[in-house]
């Protein structure tokens, strides 16, 4: 399953980064409390309506994410995806996710709110039987911006960076500067809660770094 993946992202990657008007590479580092210190790869091109994501995570895992999004008006839009993650363990999970987004404030400051539901399916290497779970999706960030610096902290539970087989919180803080039309830097630092079904207090289970780099077509 791994080989597949690493040919199908091979493969989709260039097309899809040849027709981009975003393209991104971050290199972090994540903590996990049950592995050591790992680092973060990933690799990125959007458009206004999709995206495509591949992250590879130390050895733990790979992730092919793809997204699809659009706007119901000025101040609400959505977006939608399907998520491919596969452990160096054995296991696979695949997670289709909606939300609905709402934005109030001025383009300065505004709040953002998300709901949502993901569904998700696991197979363990070793195991017949498939594994379901359903988990609801809240967003919340409070967005600043100033010229060409943005600023944003907040609670998810849709976190790229944390996408797994059950949505479970994740707070995090990023700033990004826009040097040019073409060219951006963001630095994000995100960190993960327990399984809140089996943990209801707050108990980070890992978290990270990541600086990421950006090139944009000027003229979009």
Partial sequence: MKKILLILSIFLLPIFL??????????????NNQTDN???????GETDKFSVTLMENGGEYISLDTRYKGKFSRLFDWNTGTVFNHFSSGATTLMVNGNVNGRYGTESVN???GLGVQGAVLKYKDIDQLLFSISPLVNISINLKAEENSFSFGFMMDMKYERQFKAVETFFIKARRDFSPSFAMSLEFWGRGAEYLMDPWLNFQSGGIVLKFTLKDSNT
């Fill in 38 to 44: 790992s680092h973060y790869f990933l690799l990125e």
């Fill in 111 to 113: 709040l953002s709110l």
């Fill in 18 to 31: 040849f027709a981009s008007d975003e393209y991104s590479v971050a290199f972090g580092i994540r903590k």
